[in-house]
Nanobody, 115 residues
Framework: QVQLVESGGGLVQAGGSLRLSCAAS????????MGWYRQAPGKQRELVAT???????NYADSVKGRFTISRDNTKNTVYLQMNSLKPEDTADYYC?????????WGQGTRVTVSS
């Protein structure tokens, strides 16, 4: 059973930084594309960033230059370094990953940015 478990969320002041981690378990091989999505209260879930197995990245325009996605395939872990956080970054952040033909989601970790 593949599971994705996020950690690292919390409360931070505007301008601050947080680093999210997402570790995959129950896998024998590296996951394919992994990514981070977020959902703010009353809004739809949106893409934040994705990274391929070989490190090709993609970012939402709203986070370019502030967030960095990375991964460690030896640990089956993906990270999201979030700098210069803004109140509008407040949301539940979800890890996502593909393993063969199946897509998996983590349970989410809350990020709250105070002004």
């Amino acid at each position: 059973q593949v599971q994705l478990v996020e950690s690292g969320g919390g409360l931070v002041q505007a301008g601050g930084s947080l680093r999210l981690s997402c570790a995959a378990s129950g896998v024998r091989f590296s996951l394919g594309v992994m990514g981070w999505y977020r959902q703010a209260p009353g809004k739809q879930r949106e893409l934040v960033a994705t990274i391929s197995r070989i490190g090709i990245t993609n970012y939402a325009d709203s986070v370019k230059g502030r967030f960095t996605i990375s991964r460690d395939n030896t640990k089956n872990t993906v990270y999201l370094q979030m700098n210069s956080l803004k109140p509008e970054d407040t949301a539940d952040y979800y890890c996502n990953g593909f393993y063969f033909n199946d897509q998996y989601w983590g349970q989410g970790t809350r990020v709250t940015v105070s002004s």
